[in-house]
């Protein structure tokens, strides 16, 4: 089984930064394309950023130029740089991956739980 485990919400004043984390954790022999998402109450969950195996990246047109999206393999880790942050970006971010596993051996897709960001001042 695999878990994935979003930290680095919070409260934020608009114009400024958060970096969000997700480390996943399991019998993990490899992971495949990670991304963030997010949702607003009442809105449906929205595709935020996107980073293959390869480092590929895509961005929604609404947070292009501010947000960034890295991982870290060897940690098994996907980040969300978040710059000049806005209020329509308060939502609850997710992460999402495709993960195979040393029981499985095919990718699976994978939901952390979320971490709120607020963006308000």
């Known amino acids: 089984q695999v878990q994935l485990v979003e930290s680095g919400g919070g409260l934020v004043q608009p114009g400024g930064s958060l970096r969000l984390s997700c480390a996943a954790s399991g019998s993990i022999l490899r992971i495949d394309t990670m991304n963030w998402y997010r949702q607003d109450p009442g809105k449906q969950r929205e595709l935020v950023a996107t980073?293959?195996?390869?480092?590929?990246?895509k961005y929604a047109d609404s947070v292009k130029g501010r947000f960034t999206i890295s991982r870290d393999d060897v940690k098994n880790t996907v980040y969300l740089q978040m710059n000049s942050l806005k209020p329509e970006d308060t939502a609850v971010y997710y992460c999402?991956?495709?993960?195979?596993?040393?029981?499985?051996?095919?990718?699976?897709?994978?939901w952390g739980k979320g971490t709120l960001v607020t963006v308000s001042s």
């Open positions: 980073i293959t195996s390869g480092g590929s990246t």
């Open positions: 999402n991956a495709d993960v195979v596993t040393y029981t499985y051996l095919s990718a699976m897709n994978y």
